[in-house]
């Protein structure tokens, strides 16, 4: 009998299938919340959100190409593209982008009509083959920008050497010479393996006891603040590129759905006040993450698949916005404990929002229908997530005036204790003393000093 308790909640821990996880028998504890969150599955209308910024219009356009999801499976049903592109070069441009992951339009800044979007790597190879079809729709890009600026950014978020060394795999990057008025741009944000490693490391080191000197030491050798460093430089780039230099940009990274999903959230959201109120930041993450297939199943390890699939990127992301939070308090309307619940929830096993690797998965699986919203069950609880001294004027619109420029000084970011350290009873401990012994050390060098004054005088 014991055995086979073992064995059932070893099988339990490790489910294979939504079925064997309590997604699908967890129930609110009311009526009201009951609607609250089948209601929260409508939060994300992609056409409401593109109309924010003006789309379809005469430069962009709505495709039904991949409403079959056909074209690129993890893909959203609905893109938008430049209205001078083509079937035939949409289609061909695809094929010549890993995974189908085609350059698609994930947000305008109205006020230059530069454009962010985001592909995957090109399929280029050792012999550095070329696309016609995708070299036009670069082209088409660069020429959708209303304001007529002639060139775009190509931002590549990987390491340079990483880049080439997928050229051995058949994939790599642009050759700029193929392209027409293209800025090509490396950024070194490293793997998701890399990422899983140092992640590791810092919890290692944030759960053993220790000196305060041997913590820090532990959490600089862990290299997690200067990940979310790189993250945040690029995505500062991207924003001034937009704002400041008016050039359309296009991110990739291998298959576009880890550091491409980070660095395009996090540009919008320094660009674009709406992404920083409570509702804004819901769209953006159903956007960038959900619709555009971030694979949340593998990554967060929400079934038992492969183990060197996991990696903390998700995580990653709202560290950065709350490196951002921490830097301009009154810019957000929501505060780090929204944070903090939102990953939680994502993990918790209660709600359908993240299960599925893609839009064509959810879909397939009905999980709007079998499941509960995690952002119905936030909008309950939203008292507790309410940033008291959000300010904000009478009309949230994007524009110059609006743009956020974090410091990426070392000094100024900070390691996330609420979110790593709320189950270590030390590491508040260890926090506190370390500000305790910096300004006793500043107090005893004021001290002296005046004691000097005194004696001189």
């Known amino acids: 009998m014991q055995m086979r308790w073992k064995k059932t909640l070893n099988r339990l821990s490790r489910p294979i299938s939504i079925e064997e996880i309590s997604v699908l028998n967890y129930r609110p504890n009311s009526v009201h919340c009951l609607a609250s969150q089948r209601s929260g599955w409508h939060v994300f209308d992609i056409n409401i959100e593109y109309a924010r910024f003006g789309v379809p219009n005469?430069?962009?356009?709505?495709?039904?190409?991949?409403?079959?999801?056909?074209?690129?499976?993890?893909?959203?049903?609905?893109?938008?593209?430049?209205?001078?592109?083509?079937?035939?070069?949409?289609?061909?441009s695809s094929k010549f982008r890993s995974q189908g992951r085609l350059p698609a339009l994930s947000f305008v800044y109205e006020p230059t009509g530069a454009a962010i979007c985001r592909c995957s790597q090109p399929c280029v190879g050792i012999t550095m083959n070329r696309s016609e079809f995708d070299e036009k729709m670069v082209s088409c890009i660069r020429m959708a920008n209303k304001k007529g600026k002639s060139k775009i950014y190509i931002v590549d978020t990987r390491p340079k050497v990483n880049a080439m060394v997928n050229r051995a795999g058949g994939k790599g990057y642009e050759d700029v010479k193929n392209y027409v008025d293209v800025l090509y741009k490396n950024f070194p944000i490293q793997n998701i393996h890399v990422m899983r490693e140092s992640m590791s490391k810092l919890r290692n080191t944030l759960e053993m006891a220790m000196s305060p000197s041997a913590h820090i030491s532990g959490v600089e050798e862990s290299g997690w603040l200067s990940h979310v460093k790189v993250v945040l430089n690029t995505a500062k780039f991207i924003s001034n590129a937009v704002s400041v230099e008016g050039y359309s940009v296009l991110i990739h990274c291998s298959d576009g759905w880890d550091r491409t999903a980070q660095t395009s959230s996090l540009s919008q959201i320094l660009l674009d006040p709406y992404y920083r109120t409570l509702n804004g930041f819901q769209v953006l993450v159903e956007k960038e993450w959900l619709a555009f297939g971030h694979k949340f199943v593998d990554r967060c390890s929400l079934l038992c698949r492969n183990p060197d699939e996991v990696s903390p990127i998700f995580l990653q992301f709202l560290d950065c916005v709350f490196q951002l939070q921490n830097q301009f308090p009154t810019h957000f309307e929501f505060n780090e404990n929204y944070l903090v619940e939102l990953y939680d929830m994502l993990t918790s096993g209660k709600f359908g929002t993240f299960l599925g690797n893609n839009e064509k998965d959810r879909n397939r699986q009905r999980l709007s229908e079998r499941t509960f919203s995690v952002w119905g069950y936030l909008w309950e609880n939203i008292t507790k997530f309410i940033n008291p001294y959000f300010e904000h004027g009478a009309e949230i619109k994007a524009d110059n005036s609006q743009l956020l420029l974090p410091s990426t000084e070392d000094r100024d970011l900070l390691l996330w204790t609420k979110m790593y350290c709320r189950y270590d009873l030390c590491c508040e401990a260890k926090t506190a003393l370390d500000i305790d012994v910096e300004t006793s050390s500043e107090l005893k060098a004021v001290t002296e000093k005046l004691s000097q004054t005194n004696v001189e005088m």
């Not at 356009?61 to 070069?89: G, H, M, R």
Request: hydrophobic share 40%; aromatic share 18%.
């Open 58 to 92: 005469s430069e962009w356009i709505q495709s039904w190409l991949n409403n079959d999801y056909k074209l690129c499976p993890t893909y959203p049903k609905w893109l938008f593209v430049p209205a001078e592109a083509t079937q035939e070069i949409v289609v061909g």
